[in-house]
């Protein structure tokens, strides 16, 4: 082994710390969905409320998990992409995070009316797409599977759409529903913010995309 090899090995195995890392953060996530989901079908108010306020922990636990890949980041010489598609994707992972916890405050503070059930259709998509996203970070490691990459990352951008098309139509029922405004008000902002969070699944998908056109 040349004196080069020899250095470049002291290095290496350091940058599959990033790998790990982001598979804690995806892993959470999955767990966060899956809990959403799961409270929003509850029938109990009480124990929804309560099943959805776990969701704090979950995304401290997702903040701190991104404080470490960027602590790495300061650390490492050596990444396995770009030091910026690494921040980027971190950054993008946390704020999926960040909104799905957001929603689910508002949910337990506004105790809307949801007799269409739009919060259950949200949750199933947002489920559907953490775990395409979950799918496609998992397959970073070694890239060897790059079709399943992007087919998880196209399954995203693709739940995004229906999210657009339930909002739209959601907001179009709501607006002539003769519903209380301040009740159209709580909807409206809740069902926005819904939506905002499969915008994040997309944002995280366009940076694996990106990823894997650069590296693979």
């Known amino acids: 082994m040349s004196p080069i090899d020899s250095f470049l090995k002291i290095f290496l195995p350091k940058d599959r710390i990033f790998y790990t890392l982001f598979e804690e953060v995806a892993n959470t996530?999955?767990?966060?969905?899956?809990?959403?989901k799961n409270a929003l079908s509850e029938k109990d108010l009480a124990k929804r409320d309560q099943m959805l306020k776990t969701l704090e922990e979950l995304e401290h636990k997702n903040d701190e998990i991104t404080h470490q890949i960027f602590i790495e980041l300061g650390r490492n010489f050596i990444t396995p992409f770009d030091r910026e598609d690494i921040h980027y994707l971190a950054t993008s992972l946390d704020d999926i995070a960040d909104y799905i916890w957001g929603a689910a405050k508002r949910v337990v503070n506004y105790q809307i009316d949801d007799r269409n059930n739009t919060l259950q259709a949200?949750?199933?998509?947002i489920c559907k797409s953490i775990k395409s996203i979950n799918t496609a970070i998992h397959g970073l490691r070694g890239m060897k599977n790059l079709r399943d990459i992007t087919a998880s990352c196209v399954t995203v951008n693709s739940l995004e759409n229906d999210a657009d098309?339930?909002?739209?139509?959601?907001?179009?029922?709501?607006?002539?529903?003769?519903?209380?405004?301040?009740?159209?008000?709580?909807?409206?902002?809740?069902?926005?913010?819904?939506?905002i969070v499969?915008?994040?699944?997309?944002?995280?998908?366009?940076?694996v995309e990106s990823i894997i056109i650069k590296y693979a």
């Open 198 to 207: 499969t915008d994040k699944c997309e944002d995280a998908a366009n940076v």
């Open 122 to 125: 949200f949750a199933e998509i």
């Open 29 to 36: 996530l999955v767990l966060m969905g899956d809990t959403f």
């Open 165 to 195: 098309d339930l909002l739209d139509n959601t907001m179009m029922r709501l607006f002539t529903s003769g519903v209380d405004p301040v009740e159209l008000i709580k909807q409206k902002d809740i069902f926005q913010m819904l939506e």
